[in-house]
């Protein structure tokens, strides 16, 4: 059993900056590949960005790539989403993910646990 539970997110203008981390209780964390994705109302759920088991292979969706960089550290049992250069369309519910596969995929039905989620907002 793994919970997971966000932080960070806020209200930003946009070219700036946010970090959100998500903090995994549980043993096993360090055998999940972690996500991030986000969501829209209306919308189905995206893959942001994942990272594998062990804190490498790191990949992003191209609307977020060199902008957002993301890292794990396994002996705090937590994973953080550095975002740079917010745009307003980067706007949404922002979520973690763990998924039993040790490199992280972009599909959400990969994905077993999940937390809240928390609120992105950045205006023009």
């Known amino acids: 059993q793994v919970q997971l539970v966000e932080s960070g997110g806020g209200l930003v203008q946009a070219g700036g900056s946010l970090r959100l981390s998500c903090a995994a209780s549980?043993?096993?964390?360090?055998?999940?590949?972690m996500g991030w994705f986000r969501q829209t109302p209306g919308k189905e759920r995206e893959f942001v960005a994942g990272?594998?088991?062990?804190?490498?292979?790191?990949y992003f969706a191209n609307s977020v790539k060199g902008r957002f960089t993301i890292s794990r550290d396994n002996a705090k049992n937590t994973v953080s989403l550095q975002m740079n250069s917010l745009k307003p369309e980067d706007t949404a519910v922002y979520y973690c993910?763990?998924?039993?596969?040790?490199?992280?995929?972009?599909?959400?039905?990969?994905?077993?646990?999940w937390g809240l989620g928390t609120q992105v907002t950045v205006s023009s």
């Open positions: 549980g043993r096993t964390f360090s055998s999940y590949g």
């Open positions: 993910a763990a998924t039993f596969r040790r490199l992280a995929t972009q599909s959400p039905s990969d994905y077993y646990y």
């Open positions: 990272i594998s088991w062990t804190g490498g292979s790191p």
